[in-house]
């Protein structure tokens, strides 16, 4: 039979990010303050947050890890440092606990690197359907404020999902879509039901087709993040209660 597993008061410690926590050299009279209190029923632990874990290299957060280890000899507790990033290039941050979060849904923490090349697999795909086809002439302009024209005929598609789902504004005129196998160019505003699509290259695609918007190999969300100029964790985090959630395996 199993353990019943321990259960843990954790102390959060500013060891550089200045966020939130008490400072290290504060950390021993508030274990002393505790203990005395009488009120403790768990296990202590400490637990601090790396600033800079994805800039690999970076001074600072050896200066994080140093204040941990020092009050994990000094005070004999467990500590849980290591966030995503840590996780994969500190193995010396790990110690007792470890934390991922981005990288538990399969997602890189780094800005230069995708999740395949740490093998880790996507777990969130974010799809929707073609709703509209037409075809536009020559100089005819697309979306709010007529920020793309066709510069020969095309054909557009347009599909259902747009910022008030959590599809970034940022993405007008920058972000790609998969149909049917193939990349297509979003193009116009983002508008807040639809976006439009540049179908001109893609012939074979029909109102009804499925629109990878980003999540399997074909289109990371790493890479959609850099069309946006924001990171993955807000682009998976601030998709609407209008989405619909279909868990598979899980």
């Not at 606990?97 to 890189?108: E, Q, T």
């Not at 629109?211 to 190999?217: C, E, P, Q, T």
Request: net charge negative; hydrophobic share 35%; glycine share 10%.
């Amino acid at each position: 039979t199993l353990s019943q597993p321990l259960k843990f008061n954790w102390i959060m410690v500013d060891s550089g990010m200045h966020r939130l926590g008490i400072r290290p050299e504060q950390v021993e009279a508030i274990i002393s303050g505790l203990h005395a209190s009488g009120n403790m029923n768990h296990e202590l632990g400490l637990m601090s947050h790396f600033a800079n874990s994805d800039l690999v290299g970076d001074i600072r957060n050896q200066h994080q890890l140093e204040h941990m280890l020092s009050l994990k000899e000094k005070t004999g507790l467990p500590v849980c440092l290591s966030n995503s990033a840590a996780v994969l290039a500190y193995p010396e941050s790990h110690l007792d606990w470890v934390r991922p979060g981005l990288m538990l849904y399969g997602i890189s923490p780094f800005a230069e690197t995708t999740s395949a090349e740490h093998g880790l697999l996507p777990v969130m795909q974010l799809t929707t359907r073609l709703i509209s086809t037409y075809d536009l002439n020559t100089g005819e302009q697309v979306g709010y404020g007529g920020d793309w024209t066709a510069k020969q005929p095309s054909r557009i598609g347009v599909a259902s999902i747009g910022y008030g789902d959590g599809y970034s504004r940022h993405l007008s005129n920058q972000s790609e879509v998969v149909i049917q196998g193939q990349r297509c160019p979003v193009i116009g505003r983002i508008s807040m039901d639809t976006i439009c699509i540049n179908l001109t290259d893609c012939i074979q695609a029909n109102v009804g087709d499925e629109v990878l918007l980003w999540g399997r190999s074909e289109l990371m969300v790493e890479e959609i993040a850099n069309y946006a100029g924001t990171i993955p964790y807000e682009l998976v985090t601030v998709l609407s209660k209008r989405v619909n959630r279909d868990v598979k395996d899980g």
